[in-house]
């Protein structure tokens, strides 16, 4: 008997020693120990302190927390609950261990409710899947016993149950404290109530049969059932007293819950757009089709000159690995004003269902190739057939090794799905292609606002809806800028020595192209014919007769390379008619360039990022703005002249009748057929740039007055500066003023202040 006693002991201890040594079952590293293995999501911050979002791996939303930010009732509820020796114990509490025992013997069923905090956070650390067979469960207690012990003598009280919390997963994609104090409660941790607390820690013996968002009556009750008990524990602890204990049961359970989605949320293809750029690769010429051969070039640009571009791939951690957005913790302060942000988003989405969209439902009812303009059976085809080919959908069946008759066939039948409405998504069942064609018939936008001093970009709204509509249009989609290209034109002749005064014989303008074809625009005025206007009053009504007599006195190569000192980087075809927009642009790129006619001539680069840090506070990257010289002084009051009359009496008047004060520029741009419509627009703090238009160039308004810049755009951009300017918290005001030149308030003289306004033509200083 004694002999099998003992042998018994030596066995028990043996086993025990085999474990630690990692020789029966799983025992992590004792670095690994010392430093566990975890994964947090980074967070990004908007310039006023609010959190925009996370980059987390899919459904595994973990947001470091300090122990400093936690409560000190949440640690109370904890230790209560789960485990009231914690404090006395080295990470096995035997008291416990011999309670569970008993009942177990005496009752002869499975008793429960031995592990300590160590133990569970061994589980969470280390097990990472249930024990298949009856071999593995009777280890799986002894493993996560010496792994207590071994995060006992490793780590204080306060740093385990830190580790735990920080671990556990309360379900919704809210993994960590900080996760699921947002996603239930719409708050940080430091800032939970006693009731709430105990909700969260209730959680913990089972998140989900005590889950407080759940569509299940019965476990919502139980969900509240269990905070309760948690609180009573708590009073039993002696952390509350009877009357505290009795007032919060009454509290009924109140939540603000948020479920995590990278979808939903402020910004987010502003999010979106930062988590490309950030994680994006050095360009391989090799990945680059020859019709890419541009792209190449500015993608290469964008990695040397771009700080932001590639950053987890250009910066190192200390242990010599590349950063990983999901799961290294950073912390991302960006330049984004949530307040604008908000008002961005809503001036967009109110004018967008209220007028633009009902406007063209109106005009396409009935009409057999809606939403496009006029165009054949075959053309409509073969712009589905492109629209279907950019689907996931489609590349997922072409991964799956489908062939094109198997994926055509399979876009026309009928399935259940979701589409989008301003009034809310739609269940419906129709065919892939339908809900393609469907989707199209909705107008998009995008808008961006930049602070014109810093570059610090306030707000970013890609597009009506990221749901449905992810295609980026404020940094990603290129399209015609139409008028709002001929300040950049007015600019090189107001260098070369024009003025607004200066005049010129209004009649139709002819240019000889270098091939020596004619060049001749419309949109000749007749009433106008052979009278003498002004330079000023050709932008002021953006009149292209002006416009092209100045690109008849000018290069376009000249023009060209200014407009890349003003920071346009795609494709630039140096040819005349690019003086009425046929460049394709992005939002952000005008919104930039337009800085510069706030700014005296200096363009600011956008600035999308502050500083990054680390998961303990670090600061590993400050950004800061970066400036370019575009034009003079003297071009920046003569051109500040001309773009101010454009909104105060031009073809952006419709921002005074918005009720839209103080001092302002813009410029209003339509495309051919009304294809785009654009309306750029600058206070002497703000530079904005908005446009509006179909996602294929086919879809259009057909007349000018509904389709037109100063319809479509122009109003999205007046409600935004309505609502800053009465924001006063943004520090945007109408009474702001823009920076006067010293010695050269007049913008019709030619060196100063002093000096006559010229009254030569402009065909006379030319020659």
């Known amino acids: 008997m004694w002999m099998t006693f003992l042998g018994g002991i030596v066995a028990l201890i043996l086993i025990f020693v085999l474990i630690a040594n990692g020789i029966i079952g799983y025992m992590p590293d004792l670095k690994d120990m010392e430093n566990p293995i975890d994964k947090y999501a980074s967070q990004v911050y908007s310039a006023d302190g609010e ?14 927390s300090d122990y400093s930010d936690l409560p000190q009732h949440i640690v109370d509820a904890l230790v209560s609950t789960e485990d009231v020796r914690y404090y006395s114990h080295s990470g096995v509490d035997g008291y416990a ?16 409710g031995g592990s300590t905090i160590s133990q569970q956070l061994a589980k969470l650390l280390y097990t990472k899947e249930r024990a298949s067979n009856i071999i593995e469960r009777g280890l799986q207690k002894p493993i996560e016993w010496v792994i207590a012990v071994r995060l006992e003598r490793s780590y204080t009280k306060e740093e385990i149950i830190n580790f735990y919390f920080n671990q556990f997963d ?106 490309t750029t950030m994680q994006a690769s050095k360009p391989d010429k090799s990945r680059y089709g020859d019709w890419q051969a541009e792209q190449y070039v500015r993608d290469s640009a964008r990695w040397e000159g771009d700080p932001l571009y590639g950053w987890c791939n250009k910066n190192v951690k200390p242990d010599g690995t590349k950063y990983n957005l999901t799961t290294d913790g950073l912390k991302i302060y960006t330049t984004i004003d949530s307040r604008m942000q908000r008002y961005a988003e809503e001036s967009l989405v109110e004018h967008m269902s209220k007028t633009v969209q009902p406007q063209f439902d109106k005009e ?7 939403p496009f303009a006029y165009r054949a059976r075959k053309d409509v085809d073969k712009i589905l057939a492109r629209a279907m080919k950019q689907t996931d959908r489609y590349r997922n069946m072409k991964k799956a090794g489908h062939s094109e008759k198997e994926i055509e066939k399979a876009f026309k039948e009928p399935v259940e799905m979701k589409v989008f409405s301003y009034a809310g998504q739609i269940d419906t069942t129709m065919t892939p292609m339908d809900s393609i064609r469907y989707h ?3 107008m998009r936008s995008g808008f961006m606002a930049m602070d014109t001093y810093t570059g610090h970009v306030k707000s970013y709204v890609g597009g009506i809806d990221f749901s449905y509509f992810q295609y980026d249009m404020v940094n990603r989609g290129r399209r015609q800028v139409g008028s709002t290209i001929k ?12 003025t607004p005064c200066d005049e010129m014989l209004y009649q139709q303008q002819t240019i000889i192209t270098e091939t020596g074809e004619p060049w001749t625009p419309r949109g000749i005025k007749e009433a106008k014919v052979g009278e003498m206007v002004s330079i000023k ?49 992005t939002v952000a790129e005008m919104a930039a360039a337009y800085t510069a006619f706030a700014n005296k001539g200096i363009r600011s680069k956008p600035l999308y990022v502050t500083r990054v840090e680390n998961s303990h ?10 400036t370019h010289e575009v034009f003079s002084e003297k071009t920046y009051v003569k051109m500040l002249d001309m773009l101010r009359a454009v909104v105060d009496g031009g073809t952006g008047y419709r921002m005074r009748r918005l009720g839209v004060e103080g001092p302002m520029g813009g410029k209003t741009g339509t495309t051919n057929y009304n294809a785009d419509g654009w309306f750029m627009a600058f206070s002497p703090r703000l530079s904005t740039a908005c446009w509006v238009g179909g996602e294929d160039i086919n879809i259009h308004f057909d007349r000018m007055a509904e389709g037109q810049g100063a319809a479509m755009a122009l109003p999205i951009t007046g409600n935004f500066f309505k609502k800053v300017y009465a924001d006063k918290q943004t520090g945007y005001s109408p009474e702001d003023e823009f920076e006067k030149v010293e010695g050269f308030n007049n913008p019709c003289a030619e060196k100063n202040a002093e000096e006559p306004t010229s009254t030569v033509t402009i065909d006379n200083m030319f020659n």
């Open 537 to 585: 009053w050709g932008l002021q009504n953006s009149d292209n007769m002006v416009t092209v007599y100045l690109m008849g006195r000018t290069s376009p190569y000249s023009f060209a390379r200014l407009l890349r000192s003003f920071g346009i980087t795609g494709h630039i075809d140096p040819v005349p008619s690019m003086a009425l927009g046929a460049t394709d642009v």
């Open 440 to 442: 199209m018939k909705f």
């Open 97 to 112: 261990l011999g309670r569970v025992l008993g009942k177990t013997i005496l009752t002869g069923k499975s008793s429960g």
């Open 51 to 64: 959190l925009l979002g996370t980059f987390s791996q899919a459904k595994n939303n973990r947001i470091y």
């Open 617 to 626: 506070g670090n600061v590993i990257t400050d950004f800061t703005p970066e």
């Open 364 to 370: 396409k009812k009935g009409r057999d190739y809606a």
């Open 170 to 275: 309360f379900l919704n994609n809210a993994v960590g404290i900080k996760s699921a104090a947002q996603v239930y409660f719409g708050k940080e941790p430091k800032d939970l109530t006693i009731e709430e607390a105990a909700t969260l820690v209730g959680m913990c013996q089972n998140p989900a049969m005590h889950n407080p968002a759940s569509k299940n009556p019965k476990r919502v009750e139980a969900a509240l059932t269990r905070r309760n008990v948690v609180m009573f524990q708590m009073f039993n602890n002696g952390k509350l007293t009877r009357q505290e204990y009795d007032s919060l049961k009454q509290i009924p359970m109140k939540l603000n819950f948020r479920r995590v989605d990278h979808k939903d949320g402020l910004a987010p293809y502003f999010r979106e757009y930062l988590r």
């Open 487 to 498: 300040p950049f034109l007015y600019s090189l002749s107001m260098e070369e020595g024009a």
